[in-house]
């Protein structure tokens, strides 16, 4: 069964711990950042951009375009002349390069890690990478969210305090742009909570952590070969109850102990034959419920 397959969740346990009823197959890791995605320099435009007033917002929504991009991006630049900010505006959400509005700077693709040291605040689409880059940069965080897990991400960051409930785009106004832009610019104890949620983030290795999980779960016992450990078992031999690695078949053969129709080739772990038998067990249970028409057979 699947109950029994090891997983690692690579997400920060600081944001979502590992809940209590999980089993100890499963591990909750911690976010992978590369150590140097923080490097760079930035372009001398945005460089002159951030000198020019003060600490801008990000808004992006990463490779999602053609989303109703003009009705957003009108809604994007209504909220920002309202609430006075400036922001770093994906160029993907710019319609027209002809705009006046000078609290925009449109920047192309850029390393968030870099990006997300100068500015204050950020509104994205919720997706996993763009989520955690932001909440690891300390940023109380807006989530836009399209489809898909970007709704669950919208929920933890909210749930996280740092920062307000998540705004679906489809319902999405310069209105509700506008409280959300409000609540991240001067909810100080949101500031906080996302700053404090950094640095628990930036002290975690979920690299590190990732690998022991994996060599943790490794089922050792059955992994090596009986009579000489250093090498991985790959054939089992019945007759004497033995899992042993090629080169321990062959110092056998060699010795004519062995022949190869003595051999059978040995699994550590084998969940195909634990998932088909679940699924005969669930088609026999619902075959037990119907009819020779088909029908659902009402029970008590």
């Known amino acids: 069964m699947m109950r029994n397959v090891p997983h690692t969740y690579c997400w920060s346990p600081s944001l979502i711990p590992k809940p209590a009823d999980w089993n100890s197959n499963i591990d909750v890791s911690g976010y992978f950042f590369h150590p140097q995605a923080s490097n760079g320099t930035l372009p001398q435009d945005l460089h002159t951009f951030l000198k020019n007033g003060d600490r801008p917002l990000y808004i992006g929504f990463g490779s999602i375009d053609g989303h109703d991009r003009e009705r957003l991006f009108k809604i994007i630049c209504h909220a920002l002349e309202r609430t006075g900010r400036r922001a770093i505006v994906c160029r993907k959400l710019v319609i027209t390069e002809n705009y006046e509005h000078t609290s925009i700077f449109p920047i192309g693709d850029f390393s968030h890690d870099l990006l997300f040291k100068y ?3 950020i509104c994205h689409h919720g997706g996993a990478g763009t989520t955690a880059a932001g ?3 300390g940023l ?3 989530v836009i969210p399209f489809f898909g897990d970007q709704y669950f991400w919208g929920d933890v960051v ?6 307000p409930g998540p705004l679906p785009a489809a319902t999405l106004t310069t209105e509700t742009l506008v ?4 609540i991240i610019s001067n909810d100080q104890v949101m500031k906080r909570v996302a700053q404090d949620l950094g640095n628990r983030i930036r002290n975690e290795n979920g690299c590190q952590a990732a690998v022991e999980s ?3 779960q490794l089922p050792l016992q059955r992994m090596r070969s009986d009579l000489e450990g250093t090498y991985p078992a790959c054939f089992r031999i019945p007759n004497y109850n ?3 690695s090629w080169p321990v078949a062959q110092v056998l053969f060699s010795h004519a102990l062995l022949t190869q129709d003595e051999l059978i080739p040995w699994a550590t772990r084998d969940h195909g034959i634990q998932l088909l038998a679940q699924a005969l067990a669930h088609c026999d249970r ?3 419920h119907m009819d020779l028409n088909g029908s659902t057979l009402e029970s008590d």
């Open 158 to 163: 909210q749930q996280s305090g740092a920062g």
């Open 242 to 244: 033995l899992q042993v």
């Open 286 to 288: 619902s075959l037990s």
């Open 214 to 216: 994996f060599h943790r």
């Open 119 to 121: 500015v204050d605040g």
């Open 179 to 182: 409280s959300a832009i409000t």
């Open 140 to 142: 109380p965080t807006i």
């Open 135 to 137: 909440l690891r940069a």
